[in-house]
């Protein structure tokens, strides 16, 4: 299944709601649209939390990102992501053309 990064950005209000409830109802959002959770961390920097995700396909990740968004008020940005196997594989195939 294709796996996606999601990058969040609190909000000063978005900070204030976080919750331990707040995160299973994340968590339950990602399970409807088929999704599975890989790994999700807070994080200092240029991001305040990063989720590593399985979903079907791209109209489910930003399904998950747009509805995860609403529940909680925090900016994501979504990503699609390859492993760097793959991703070696994709540099010689292009060479190759």
């Known amino acids: 299944m294709p796996i996606f990064m999601m990058f969040g950005k ?8 976080a919750s331990a409830e707040r995160t299973k109802e994340a ?4 399970e409807r649209n088929n999704g599975k959770v890989i790994s999700m961390y807070a994080v200092a920097g ?8 399985e979903l079907p396909d791209i109209e489910k990740a930003l399904a998950t990102s747009v509805a995860i968004s609403r529940l909680t008020g925090i900016s994501f940005t979504t990503s699609p992501v390859v492993d760097v196997e793959q991703f070696d594989r994709l540099l010689s195939e292009v060479k190759n053309l």
Request: proline letters at 0%.
């Open 10 to 17: 609190y909000s000063k209000d978005a900070l204030q709601k």
């Open 27 to 30: 968590i339950a959002i990602i």
């Open 46 to 53: 240029e991001h305040d939390l990063v989720f590593t995700l």
